[in-house]
């Protein structure tokens, strides 16, 4: 099946920092991308649409300049956690659709843990 | 918007049990589909639905699309230790469209 590859798995930063997450689909291209953020034991929370060569659509409640979405190529989008804080310690899942409009997937990646101190 | 409720939150039983585990929606979907996620991975496609009444089969895991539209369920036979993990079932209501998901499904197999 289709592959999606994010890296890395698990950063650990500090408060007031950057972290940029990057999610790639390896044998297939992906004009669209989703970001998610998932609790422990809880079900994932869409964030943001990153659609190729244009700009992300961000969830309710989600805000854009503290996480930044730049999906540049068919292959690669990144999310960026601007100064981050403690709050924002979470797993982020990146995913890519993928197979022909009948038969539509949706494939993830292994997911980034990120916890800011 | 679309909700998803998906039951049972979670599950503790015997290896060479079998499982059940359903979705159901509060509109129709087009699309069902069921993800297995184990700890601190990502989500991964167990099975894919794209017709009511639909019934796939993957290994020991067999999925419906209800025949409403607006249910689907996963079951596990014979299961195994590495069965362990949370099961999330997810809609879409037209092509292309967002995905919903339930609010997952933890299985815990005892050997």
């Known amino acids: 099946g289709a592959v999606v590859s994010q890296h890395p798995s698990r950063v650990i930063c500090k408060s007031g920092t950057s972290v940029k997450i990057e999610c790639r689909s390896l044998?297939?291209?992906?004009?669209?991308m989703f970001w998610y953020r998932q609790f422990p034991k809880q079900s994932l929370m869409l964030m943001a649409t990153s659609n190729e060569g244009s700009k992300a659509t961000y969830e309710q409640g989600v805000e854009k300049d503290k996480f930044l979405i730049n999906h540049a190529s068919l292959t690669l989008s990144t999310l960026t956690v601007t100064s981050a804080h403690p709050e924002d310690s979470s797993f982020y899942i990146c995913s890519a659709r993928g197979g022909t409009r009948a038969g539509e997937k949706l494939f993830f990646g292994s997911g980034t843990q990120l916890s800011v101190l | 918007g679309q909700q998803l409720n998906q039951s049972p939150q979670s599950m503790f039983i015997q290896e060479g049990e079998d499982v059940s585990m359903n979705c159901t929606s509060s509109?129709?979907?087009?699309?069902w589909l069921w993800y297995k996620q184990d700890p601190g991975e990502g989500p991964v496609l167990l099975i894919a639905l794209y017709k009511a009444g639909e019934l796939t089969s993957n290994g020991r895991l067999t999925a419906q699309f209800g025949i409403t539209r607006k249910d689907s369920f996963l079951n596990i036979s014979a299961s195994i230790p590495s069965d362990v993990g949370i099961y999330f079932c997810a809609g879409r209501g037209t092509s292309y469209g967002k995905l919903t998901f339930g609010q997952g499904t933890i299985l815990t197999v005892h050997p």
């Open positions: 509109s129709i979907f087009n699309t």
């Open positions: 044998d297939f291209q992906a004009t669209t």
